[in-house]
């Protein structure tokens, strides 16, 4: 599977013009637990991006990797040529998380991304970070490219809303619904997103196992409830 990764990868990187720097390609995500197969399946449903969405190219990737559409799978599948690798000095350590979007927006500044869409790597599940951890970094990215996230709010792209969905749901995981909740409400979150938050409502329920945790999470599900009725109101409201 190694060799024919690289190869394709690599064939397929050559084919392009010389403003092409780096290539990636689709992974088969393997998920732990009984209900494993499950999830990866409504993992790969829930993960399906707009038609729309591009998955290659230059500058119309900035916003999709700052708005955590596009993925190269935690680095695992992204190739990058060395002579770039090297003038951009590689992933910058510093970050406890988001290493590899903030390495690969500084690919894309010195070339296009191209993408094999082969699931040629298998990647088994490995568990989050602590949700303040990722917080931190969430909150050094976005400085650090405060300018273009700037850029593009003004023109309507809700870029922090993505990465307050993302945070949302690794406090609800974890079982702290009140924080859940206060980064959901300043979230993007569309219908296709419900399930996963939802979800991990459930897992933060399930990892507590105490009575009055539960009984929280109850009243947090509750209010998340209320809070995309009202969405999806004002959703109604404005198609119509």
């Known amino acids: 599977m190694a060799s024919l990764k690289l190869e394709r990868q690599v064939d397929y990187l050559r084919s392009k013009g010389d403003d092409w720097v780096a290539v990636y390609c689709d992974v088969d995500m393997k998920t732990k637990g009984k209900s494993g197969p499950f999830r990866s399946i409504a993992a790969a449903i829930l993960s399906k991006s707009d038609p729309d969405t591009p998955s290659e190219g230059g500058d119309e990737l900035v916003e999709e990797v700052l708005a955590d559409r596009l993925h190269t799978s935690a680095g695992s599948t992204l190739m990058v040529r060395t002579d770039v690798a090297r003038e951009i000095e590689g992933f910058d350590t510093t970050f406890r998380r988001f290493q590899d979007p903030e ?8 070339g296009k991304l191209a993408h094999v869409a082969e699931p040629l790597v298998v990647r088994h599940e490995s568990g989050d970070p602590p949700a303040d951890v990722v917080r931190e970094a969430d909150e050094k990215y976005l400085e650090k490219f405060s300018d273009v996230v700037d850029d593009l709010e003004s023109k309507g792209h809700d870029v922090r809303g993505s990465h307050n969905l993302v945070l949302a749901k690794l406090y609800l995981d974890e079982g702290n619904i009140t924080t859940g909740i206060q980064y959901l409400v300043r979230s993007n979150a569309r219908p296709r997103h419900y399930p ?3 979800w ?3 897992n933060g329920v399930r990892e507590n196992g105490q009575g009055k945790a539960i009984l929280a999470a109850g009243v947090g599900l509750v209010a998340f409830l209320a809070i995309l009725f009202v969405v999806l109101g ?3 409201e404005t198609e119509n």
């Open 103 to 110: 390495f690969l927006m500084r690919v894309l500044r010195k």
């Open 196 to 198: 996963g938050v939802l």
């Open 200 to 202: 991990s409502a459930q």
């Open 234 to 236: 004002s959703s109604s």
